[in-house]
């Protein structure tokens, strides 16, 4: 029998940080190939799919987005449940979504399975003459807290798709 929809693996992947810091970009980015210059609140939970080869295997990603709701700490564990990978973005230019991380990576740790793969994702990394947290301090909560970091850009599509692919590679790794 044909299989459904044809892939090898569905995975569920989240996306938080604070408000702003371009998680719905990055999704189309990563989804669609599409960048919004204006920001857009979805009232609800959305997500959309990507499906990519690692190691031979369809991987369907299917990605998460907390549409407004993290600006009233109304994330329930539903958007958690079953999710096997986290993207934790902040800002680069924006401190205060950068010290938010640590909220955001214990709200994560709380809510979601002790598996999950997280990797802290700088967005933004276009405009680094506004940049107000430095690569080395990002790698410092990063290496504290045992997971990955980069930067990546939603606006040029610099490292998006490698920040995806990346953690679903890991969990690949772990879960085979
Ligand atoms: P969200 O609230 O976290 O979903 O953030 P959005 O994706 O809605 O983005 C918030 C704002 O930042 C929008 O105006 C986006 O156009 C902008 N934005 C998102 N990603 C980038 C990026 O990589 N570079 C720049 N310069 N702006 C971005
Ligand atoms: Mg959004």
Do not use: C, P
């Not at 719905?24 to 190939?33: A, D, E, I, V």
């Not at 959309?48 to 299917?62: F, G, H, L, P, Y």
């Amino acid at each position: 029998m044909a299989k459904n929809d044809d892939y090898d693996y569905l995975y569920k992947v989240v996306l938080i940080g604070d408000s702003g810091v371009g998680k719905s970009n990055l999704l189309t980015r990563f989804t669609k190939n599409e960048f919004n210059f204006k920001s857009t609140s979805t009232i609800g939970v959305e997500f959309s799919t990507r499906t990519v080869s690692i190691q031979n295997k369809k991987i369907k990603a299917q990605v998460w987005d907390t549409a407004g709701q993290e600006r009233f700490r109304s994330i329930t564990s539903a958007f958690y449940r079953g999710a096997v990978a986290a993207l934790l973005v902040y800002d680069i230019t924006k401190r205060e979504s950068f010290e938010n991380v640590d909220k955001w990576y214990k709200e994560l740790r709380t809510h979601g399975d002790k598996k999950m793969v997280v990797m802290l994702v700088g967005n933004k990394s276009d405009l680094k003459h506004l940049r107000s947290i430095s690569v080395e301090e990002a790698t410092r909560f990063a290496e504290t807290n045992n997971i990955s970091f980069i930067e990546a850009s939603a606006l040029e599509a610099t490292n998006v798709d490698t920040a995806f692919t990346n953690v679903l590679s890991d969990v690949y790794s772990i879960l085979n």
